[in-house]
């Protein structure tokens, strides 16, 4: 492949009324949703099938079953250890050009053959609407395939050392010694797929394990590897029950890296594992995550209404606020509260709510019961609190889909309980403050979260805008002026936070590939020295 290869980002489909695009995806939809599919654990490109079964279903329809999965057990994850380590005996000598071709033939099949497949998939499967489904399912993965191959060939040239006259110094970017373990999050279809495919772009071989409410449209990225040609054993596909086979795979000597997206909880869980069995490891483990986020947005009296009520209500109602940058705290002036508040709830109160198979739905369902469940006792806190009112929302239905209505909350409590935790739902916090206070509703944001992932500013001034800036500096590993903290992408904003939100090694840039490499430094001397003495040595 050229080495001179340059990505550039996928163009969105819009999917209007009456195209053809629109026409062939409600075709493959009606088709995906005709059938029930059985999905097989993948290790050494053979299909694996337990008997084990477990349930996809749609979020928005939940006795609608679109498939089984065969859960892997002791036995089956055993096998893809086993796979993976005598997969990378070759995969790891293949040369970057012949990886890159494979890499990019998957990003061609997505961008052509495969489209409607995938968005449909992650339409059923993980309830994303048609525009989330194809900003995510297809054009990210797309992005981060030919960015991935862009950036690690690039790194074969911006890490050159200096070569003395009579020696030639080179750096080479090996692969880790051992198997990588990638565990996926249900929310976002292109990040389960990286989470996999950057390590294997650098030469390492995979066990992935998909989140258990996105394994039906996680096996289409399996697909699609096998459609590419990529040799059998370098990404496993091991679907199940996560702390089992953590718990194994964990225990390996061979473990090499740990690629990660999901909760906090979760990955302190991974990481204190991992430190009680450093002395099982040949080497150290890399470990990299995204966790979780409690994403702000702070506006100032000088901020554009307008484009402040949009960013609020796509920042936080998008995919039913199921990101972790969703804004989940905003921060409000006083001064422009009643036009703020009239505008919002005036535009939130226009928000269709349904099935993703009706495009006009701006909101669908949560992923699960659990997820339902976790989001309703947030909701009934709200409403039995005197330290909050409700502006929107508040209500949630499971009889048929896993509905949450869009929520909006107001408190005048800076440290009210949905304001400092998590939700991962389509919920909206109001903190209006004093403009006199502005110093301190910034430590405020600043200390209220655990968290660092994303926030944005909203102002026209652009010294406020420079003092936000500098102030949450490290508040935020994303951070936006005049936006919405979500939608980050591959190749313009690098992803990734810090603090509680993880290791911010920016998924979808080089520097996340520089984790699944082990440098080494090779030094050829031209002409060895004939004598061991040194000039300071002669006393003469």
């Given at each position: 492949?050229?080495k ?7 163009p ?8 053809n695009?629109r026409?062939?995806l ?7 949703s005709s ?7 993948i ?21 609608h079953i679109l ?9 089956e ?9 005598e ?6 000598n ?11 033939k ?7 053959p ?6 449909a ?9 048609v ?9 990210e993965?797309?992005?981060f ?14 890490f050159?050392?200096?070569s ?8 080479e ?6 198997f990588?373990f990638?565990?996926a999050?249900f ?7 990286n989470l996999?495919i ?14 258990p409410?996105a ?30 086979i ?42 990299v ?7 702000f947005?702070i ?5 554009n ?5 949009t ?11 199921q ?5 989940s705290?905003a921060?409000?002036p ?20 349904g ?11 949560v992923?699960d019961e659990?997820?339902?469940d976790?989001?309703?006792t947030?909701l ?15 209500n ?5 889909g896993?509905?949450?209505?869009p ?14 935790e998590?939700i991962f739902g ?16 910034l430590r405020?944001i600043d ?9 944005c ?13 500098s ?5 935020a590993?994303n951070?936006?002026?005049n ?17 509680a ?6 998924g979808?840039?080089?520097?996340n ?13 031209f002409?060895?020295?004939q004598?061991y ?8």
């Amino acid at each position: 492949m050229d080495k001179d290869f340059r990505a550039v980002n996928e163009p969105i489909i819009d999917f209007e009324p009456g195209s053809n695009h629109r026409k062939l995806l409600l075709k493959e939809i009606e088709r995906q949703s005709s059938r029930i599919k059985e999905i097989p654990i993948i290790i050494n490109g053979k299909e694996i099938k337990t008997g084990n079964l477990q349930v996809c279903s749609k979020p928005h329809d939940h006795q609608h079953i679109l498939g089984h999965y065969h859960e892997a057990g002791e036995k089956e994850i055993q096998m893809a250890i086993d796979s993976s380590l005598e997969a990378w005996k070759y995969w790891s000598n293949t040369s970057l050009e012949y990886r890159s071709k494979i890499f990019k033939k998957v990003a061609d099949l997505i961008a052509g053959p495969y489209r409607y497949k995938i968005n449909a998939a992650a339409m059923l499967d993980i309830g994303k609407s048609v525009f989330q489904a194809e900003v995510d399912a297809s054009c990210e993965l797309i992005d981060f395939l030919n960015f991935n191959i862009e950036f690690a060939h690039k790194m074969q040239t911006s890490f050159t050392p200096i070569s003395p006259e009579g020696m030639s110094n080179e750096l080479e970017f090996r692969p880790l010694e051992g198997f990588v373990f990638a565990i996926a999050p249900f929310n976002f279809f292109s990040i389960g797929g990286n989470l996999a495919i950057s390590p294997a772009i650098m030469g390492n071989t995979v066990l992935w394990k998909p989140a258990p409410s996105a394994v039906y449209s996680s096996y289409c990225i399996m697909e699609l590897y096998k459609e590419a040609g990529l040799p059998d054993g370098v990404i496993n596909f091991i679907p199940g029950d996560g702390p089992k086979i953590g718990n194994q795979v964990l225990k390996h000597p061979e473990l090499a890296g740990i690629h990660f997206t999901g909760s906090t909880k979760t990955f302190k869980y991974l990481w204190k594992k991992v430190s009680d069995n450093l002395d099982t490891y040949r080497n150290y483990p890399k470990i990299v995550g995204e966790t979780g986020g409690k994403d702000f947005c702070i506006a100032h009296n000088s901020a554009n209404i307008q484009g402040l009520v949009t960013a609020m209500i796509r920042g936080a109602f998008e995919y039913q606020g199921q990101k972790c940058s969703a804004m989940s705290r905003a921060y409000l002036p006083s001064s422009k509260w009643s036009i703020i508040k009239e505008k919002l709830i005036s535009q939130a109160q226009t928000i269709d709510i349904g099935p993703p198979e009706d495009f006009k739905n701006f909101v669908n369902a949560v992923i699960d019961e659990p997820a339902f469940d976790r989001i309703a006792t947030y909701l009934d806190y709200a409403k039995s609190s005197d330290d909050c009112e409700i502006l929107l929302g508040g209500n949630c239905d499971k009889s048929k889909g896993f509905f949450v209505d869009p929520t909006i909350i107001l408190t005048k409590n800076p440290h009210f309980k949905t304001l400092e935790e998590e939700i991962f739902g389509p919920v909206l916090t109001i903190y209006v403050y004093d403009d006199k206070n502005w110093d301190e509703t910034l430590r405020l944001i600043d200390t209220t979260s655990p968290y660092a992932l994303t926030g944005c500013v909203f102002s026209e001034d652009r010294d406020i805008v420079d003092e936000v800036r500098s102030k949450l500096r490290f508040s935020a590993g994303n951070f936006y002026i005049n936006d919405k903290p979500t939608g980050a992408v591959v190749g313009q904003q690098p992803f990734g936070g810090s603090r509680a939100s993880g290791t911010n090694d920016k998924g979808g840039s080089m520097l996340n590939l520089l984790r699944w490499t082990s440098p080494r430094t090779i030094k050829e001397t031209f002409e060895p020295p004939q004598d061991y003495r040194y000039p300071f040595m002669d006393n003469e």
